[in-house]
Nanobody, 120 residues
Framework: QVQLAESGGGLVQTGGSLRLSCAASGSVLRINAMRWHRQAPGKQRELVAAITIGGNTNYADSVKGRFTISRDNAKNTVYLEMNSLKPEDTGVYYC??????????????WGRGTQVTVSP
């Protein structure tokens, strides 16, 4: 079994900052790409940022220059540093990862999400 668990969400004012974490546990041998998605009320889930096992990153245009994705491979953890937050950043933030397990099984696993609310 593999579990991903997000933490670090909360309520922040416009212009504030938050740091999200997502830790994988269980039968994890290696995690290739890891990603952060978000879903605002009434909208589809969208990709916010992604990072490869080698550290290459890409971002949605709406967050470039404000958000930074990073990871600690030894801890099987991915982070999302969010600065200059705007009300439109409000939503549930989910992480996922492409996991290779000790039994050599492979799959994409999701966390349950953490709420981020940015007040005007």
């Amino acid at each position: 079994q593999v579990q991903l668990a997000e933490s670090g969400g909360g309520l922040v004012q416009t212009g504030g900052s938050l740091r999200l974490s997502c830790a994988a546990s269980g039968s994890v041998l290696r995690i290739n790409a890891m990603r952060w998605h978000r879903q605002a009320p009434g909208k589809q889930r969208e990709l916010v940022a992604a990072i490869t096992i080698g550290g290459n990153t890409n971002y949605a245009d709406s967050v470039k220059g404000r958000f930074t994705i990073s990871r600690d491979n030894a801890k099987n953890t991915v982070y999302l540093e969010m600065n200059s937050l705007k009300p439109e950043d409000t939503g549930v933030y989910y992480c996922n990862g492409d996991v290779q397990k000790y039994d050599l099984g492979y799959g994409t696993y999701w966390g349950r999400g953490t709420q981020v609310t940015v007040s005007p």
